[in-house]
């Protein structure tokens, strides 16, 4: 029996002989030179007469590919993408047979448009050359978007020409959760068009993040008059939802948003952009003459609906570009003041949407979280609603992930499960499981780490202890500062209110 993941619609075996591979050499193809040496560094072959041939089918979809085996094997699709997914399966199939192929038809698409990957690069920064790796082992899975979440409260990861402060001071952090050591990193213009190559040369889509009006200390830090009450802020050195956010009352702020936009559309070509929307505490707001002057100005009734207001005029900007916008649903249980063609990473439980997203459950996708708190099983049982749905999405956020070790870690198993969700439609514990051995081997083959099986699907003890180490960092969160800094706020405002009273 054939092992392949994420599990191909249609494997049929026509006999019983077998195909000795002895050699490799692929005919003329769409694929990027960077697929191709891929391919043939993965199978190891010397070269030789061509014998895995590609035909263009039209008819097919952009993704969708057909493979026969046969003394030439035979690659059928309509684009690039379809034929780098036809490379992975058989990646596959030579490993498990040591290139003595079946005579077999493969017909496979995939179910869901989305399949991503979110990588953090805010709290811990990952080079160049880590983010390459991490595209790799998306393209063995069949994933397609790459989410880079690129500005945080613990930094800033790109270069903005408009505003060099971001990455001159907001990369860098003077500690972070894990020790007391500076940590920074930020990536140039060239880097990004290096990143963004290397993704298309795998048929994946680059999905930028710029993080607004929450989870902005970085900039905050560089530019004090983007918040409500200017003060001298730090890049945050710990993690938390901060309190300190874009003031969206101040044209200023406006601009700004629209100018990092644009630099954003220069540098990232693709379809998708993610316009964060987390974690928004609203204490400044309500206490800023500024934004209260707008949300009057608007005609809304509270802070809630002036964040609902500026993610829509976001959406908005992006739409005119030619983005698909998308936000956290996080904390909105409530989406009707939300235009209903921003898209969301579905985090929560919310079952009710009739707008497009992608599911990031908290429950099965957040791969930061343990294994005592997520287990494989977890991530494999996992459910999408279907709704609108357009994809699924693995989450890496990364203040406990300072490194590729952790994040392979993290990752792996789980990116099997989440990428058979994501290409098959579904996934079980069951049918998974049935697979884990080969699908190991293959996490070998690539020099990829992982949780070994008692780990992934830690017993009751061990799951415990791990959830205990996590929370224990978690005690240490800034909760009481922030209720002393809310005071001191308050006192501030009331002494600017006695000076400019409220007409
Ligand atoms: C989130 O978990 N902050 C979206
Ligand atoms: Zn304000």
Redesign the pocket.
Known sequence: MIKIIPQPKEIVILNDDKIMLKHIALGKSFLSKEAIDDFTSFCGFPKGEENIVFKINDKLSDEEYIIETGKITTITASSSAGQLYALQTLKQIILQTGGELPVLRIYDKPFYKIRGFMLDVGRYFFVVSDVKKIIKRMALHKLNVLHLHLTEDQGWRVEIDKYPLLTQIGSMRKKTNFNSKPHGGFYTKQDIKDIVNYAHAFCIQVMPEFDIPG?SRAAIACYNSLTCFPRDLHVADHWG?KHDVLCVGKEGTMQFVYDVLDEFFEMFPDEYIHI?G??VPKHRWDLCPDCQAKRRELGLENSDELQFWFMNQIKDYCKAHNRQAFM?S?DLEDDKLIDHDLGF?K?GEMNTLDRPFID?S?KAY?IDLPYGRIRLKDSANHKVYSGNAMGVEA?L?TEYVPDMKKADYMSFPRIGCISETGWSGECSWSSFSSKLDFYYSFLDKNNIRYAKPNAANPNALRGKLGILWFERRQLAWEGLKNIFDDRKIERLAAKQNKKSPRL
């Open positions: 989870h939802v964060g987390d974690e956290w996080w990473t985090c990031t908290t957040y989450t956020w």
